[in-house]
């Protein structure tokens, strides 16, 4: 679905690299978070997905299409792109038209269009705001609106950069469990987060990304069991991880959640009194 | 100054404080009521919507003197109720800083930026010189003197402001979402600064937050709002008593909180939550050392 | 964009000014490209500003400046030059019909405009890249007196210019993403496709202002009487360079009424 080869990237009158040479590929409905700290390049590389920035050496292909060779309006029906802000989209005066934008741009018939957005809406659950002015909307729902418009364009891929910021914890994890829902259907996931709990509890493969290379490129298991890497590029596993392996002694199944180390360690407390009483 | 002598008692009290936008009947603030002694650190967390934000406005004046609403109840900083009390003399009492670090940086110098408060209330240039080389040095980041304000991080915009407010010498700091668009590195740089500042300069600090994980960490009392209201006020170890009351309002407990919250329902683990992984770490230990395992 | 308003450190004579001085030559030009007619004349006063950026050192900065200006300057006459019928025909575009046709009076009169236009504009962005805002605003306010909060509106609108390219950098792709196009050939729809973004723009900037406004109310701005960290002080040398610049500038407004410089 993406393939990324020896890329290299630079903005324009800046001859410092941002990406420095980092290849990878993710297939079709993989669910991916990209972690690394600020300025490790995670923005500048989910821009790539879509041709908002093109590579200045090697070379990044989305489905089967060079960025080099598409135009963004074009990667539109492919990738699905939920930036940060969704303050920096929304313009029209309602939902439903706000939603339909995307849509619109790809020339689809009012029947289609409507159609899309009384599916996305329901996707997001937001029908019954279509009628309202988004600017209206609370952070959260604004959010929402901004997501429906990616959905109603169809995309196999979905991008999300930072999609839970500024939100609250039952927000964030709102649209994360609509992502996974997507993701059951067949969407391919890349997402950018500084959430080590959501990067646990949602992805199933993780891309270290620091100073612009692929530092770690494994499960979500295996990459927040190796903190010795991970502390070069200043991040920290989830508590539960960081818990489990100041016990090495024990021998832990390498738990993520609280309770996977939870059933973990009530077994371990009760086979051994139950050795005691025998 | 004439108010100086008349101001005594905690640092903050809020006496059945409401407050609702113009235009709108809903109680942004409902009936709260509570105080803050100086040198305490506070964390408030809760929902967007619960009224966060808007509490933090009523406790540096913005609200009522900026902000137009309906107004009831008092809030009485060092004693002195903010309705009466003129904005600049609030300046020099409470320090405020906010979630977005490009909104609130107005110089394009550091230095500058520091010294901008100070130009404001007429302090001589020569203090002003002054308390910007204490405010840096306190924050610890002298090195920032002369930089550009738009070529800084995240994490160092966010002390550049800290650092600001700090020079005019307010007794308490108010921050609103200080470190949601930090990352995990830039949270942790700003939160050991405030500690500092807490600890060994006895500045009351009183925070907004959405990751409990570290209030728990820092913080010396919870807040937690919800629809307006201030629906738990109590040490973090008595709040990870309770997850259930996080998870109501829609917050995540702190994993280790949490495991160790279930553990000790089946009897294994003994004595206070752990506010970190450190402390759940001794915890466990002293735990399986005493039964042998 | 950014660099029509921005300081560029240096230590050159001409930073060290005092930001009065400066203020004085950018109104001294102003006023002199108003007396004059003469596109000569006018391109000299041109090259004297190219000169006090070239003592500067930033002439390299302001390069990509000048040549914009020459430009737009370059436009402005092409647009103007083919309107003005009065004086003798030099040529025509299409020869026999009338059409584009070039007289001595407009070629004089369009070549005076836009040099008059370059002279106005570029001498702006010598001052700012020469002159610290915050000196700058100090003058405004201690001796020009200029309401405090007018000269900071002033500044820390220019203080948000690289802010708003970023925010416009931002909407731009995210509106793109969504498969938005710019590069509308017809004129009415280029002019509607602009909306996806301005509307975006303002609301986002409309918050940011509202958000900054309660920040600075925090920190006791607009209280009343206010000092200020630094103050760069009249020296000698400005009082030489301001009395040399109104000399000059006398010498040419009598040899203008006298005929001699038009």
Redesign the interface.
Known sequence: MIKVVDLHFKYGGVDLEVLRGLGFSIEKGEFVALIG???AGKTTLL?QF?A?LTPTGGSVEIAGLDTRKSS??EL??K???L?Q?P?????MPTVAREIG??PK??QLSKAQIDARVEEAAEAVGLTAYLGQNP?LL???QRQRVAFA??LS?KPEILVLDEPT???????GIEIMEMVRKLNELGHTIVFVT?D??LVAAYARRVIVLSRGRVLLDDSCRNVFYRPEILKQT???P???A??AQ??PERHFERPL??EE??RE??N??EN??NV?CR | MTAEADCAGPAISVEKLTFCYPGSELKALDELSFQVSAGEFVGITGPTGAGKSSLLLCLNGIIPHFQDGKFHGAVKIDGCDTFDTSCAELARKVGSVFQDPEAQIVAPVVEEEIAFGLENLAIPPREIDQRIAESLELIGISSLRHRSTTQLSGGQKQRVAIAAAIALKPKILLLDEPTSELDPIGTMEVFEVLRRLNREHHLTVIVVEQKVNILVEYAGRLLIMKNGRIVCDAPPREVLERPELLTSVGLRPPPVGDLAFKLKQRGLYPGALPLTVGDAYQGLSECWADKGI | MSVVANYIPRDSAVHRLSPLTKLGWSFLLMTLSCFFRDPLVLAGLFASIVLVALAAGILKEMYPVFKGLLFIAGLFILFQIFFISEGKTLFTLIPGTGIGRVTDLGLLGCLAMGARMIVIAASFPVLMGTTQIKDLVVVLVEKLKIPYPYAFMFVTSLRFVPTFMQEMDQIIQAQSSRAHRLDNKNFIKKFLSICPLAIPLMVTSVKKAERMAISMETRGFGVGKRTNLHVKQFRAVDAAVCSGMAAIGIAMVVLHFRGILL
């Open positions: 700290q600020n300025g821009k879509n908002l963004t309006g539109a029906r990738v699905g792109f930036f802000n303050d920096h989209q929304i313009f934008f995307g741009n790809l600017l609370s952070k959260g418009s990616v364009m910021t500024g939100q609250d914890y039952q927000e500084h080590m709990e200043n991040l920290f989830p508590q539960i960081r818990l100041m016990f959640t609280v180390i939870y360690i009530v371990l407390s051994k009194l005691c």
